[in-house]
């Protein structure tokens, strides 16, 4: 709502006053204070959320590269192991075959 002022050309001044009186009024309740405490809290409980899911998320790819690492790494020593007895095998053949021979 508008309203004139008899002394002023503007109509718009009393009610620009009138809005900012209110809205300081609003503003220092403290329904909005506790509001607006509410909406903070509740933003840095889902920054906290995110951090952790962030740190998780993290560790487990951590831990499944490093699992794969040592799976990796026992297949190549299983592969070595093998090759090893079949080198073994085949020499203590050849040898036992020489001397039978």
């Known amino acids: 709502m508008v309203i004139f002022n008899s002394s002023d050309s503007s109509p718009c001044?009393?009610?620009k006053s009138w809005l900012q009186k209110h809205v300081r009024k609003i503003?220092?309740?403290k329904?909005?204070?506790v509001v607006v405490a509410a909406a903070a809290a509740a933003a840095a409980a889902a920054v906290v959320v995110v951090v952790v899911v962030v740190v998780v998320v993290v560790e487990?790819?951590?831990v499944v590269v490093v699992v794969a690492v040592v799976l990796v790494v026992l297949v190549i020593l299983?592969?070595?192991?093998?090759v090893v007895v079949v080198v073994v095998v085949v020499v203590v053949v050849v040898i036992v075959e020489?001397?039978?021979i």
């Open 13 to 15: 001044t009393h009610n």
């Open 27 to 29: 503003l220092s309740s």
């Open 31 to 33: 329904n909005v204070q």
């Open 60 to 62: 487990v790819v951590v």
């Open 78 to 82: 299983v592969v070595v192991v093998v």
């Open 98 to 100: 020489l001397v039978v």
